[in-house]
């Protein structure tokens, strides 16, 4: 039974670039949320996808954007990376009924 | 705000004997609470989970207590053992149309020594 799976698992950009990350969720789990984690601090919600739709946000800026495919799996995308956008970007996967959220190992971003 | 707080940034236990991690919270809304181990270089793993109405769930060696009337929740691991090495994170989410999102606290780092 796979888990939650991203790619890719590190990436290097530098100011004002775009960036897209993948999620593929765990296999019978149909939500996906994203998280960014900056070093030294827990998790931060950055939105959930259900359905293809975003269903919930964070306080994050619009330059963060998403989507969701039919087969359930996720991109996060972010517009004009700033230095501050470097983080762990962490997928999680759930059912839609289950409160449980299972996570990715994570993209490591660093933004130059 | 921060509204689930981990007030401990670290702990360090003799293997054998009982690990106690804390986690305060804010919000009288949240519902359903959890706890996440993680390695470096790794995502959150879960570990265990407690819904507001309980006040202790046990799974194995992990042990959750949690108390409402504090907004308080701990989470025991008996025994320790050098593999439980890791940054412990509590997580809660409201129900409603706030559920699914989790709000985590800061971490402990726990390190079971042999």
């Known amino acids: 039974d796979a888990g939650v799976t991203q790619s890719p698992t590190h990436l290097i950009k530098t100011r004002g670039q775009q960036v897209t990350l993948r999620c593929s969720p765990k296999s019978g789990h149909d939500t996906v949320s994203w998280y960014q984690q900056a070093l030294g601090q827990g998790p931060q919600f950055i939105f959930q996808?259900?359905?293809?739709?975003?269903?919930q946000r964070g306080n994050f800026p619009d330059r963060f954007s998403g989507h969701q495919f039919p087969n359930y799996s996720s991109e996060l995308n972010v517009n004009a990376l700033l230095l501050g956008d470097s983080a762990l970007y962490l997928c999680?996967?759930?059912?839609?009924?289950?409160?449980?959220?299972?996570f990715g190992p994570g993209t490591r971003l660093t933004v130059l | 705000d921060q509204q689930v707080k981990q007030n401990s940034p670290s702990l360090s236990v003799q293997e054998g004997r009982i690990s106690i991690l804390n986690c305060d919270y804010t919000?009288?809304?949240?519902?359903?609470f959890l706890w996440y181990k993680k390695y470096p270089a790794e995502g959150p793993t879960f570990l265990i989970s407690?819904?507001?109405?309980?006040d202790k769930n046990e799974d194995g060696r992990f042990t959750v207590f949690l108390n409402k009337s504090a907004k308080h929740l701990s989470l025991h691991i008996v025994p320790s053992q050098p593999g439980d090495s890791a940054v412990y994170f509590c997580?809660?989410?409201?129900?409603?149309?706030?559920?699914?999102?989790?709000?985590f606290g800061q971490g402990t780092e726990l390190s079971v020594k042999p």
């Open positions: 997580a809660a989410s409201a129900g409603g149309n706030q559920g699914g999102k989790l709000i």
């Open positions: 407690i819904s507001s109405i309980k």
């Open positions: 999680a996967s759930s059912d839609d009924l289950g409160d449980t959220q299972y």
């Open positions: 996808y259900y359905e293809e739709e975003e269903r």
């Open positions: 919000n009288s809304m949240f519902d359903y």
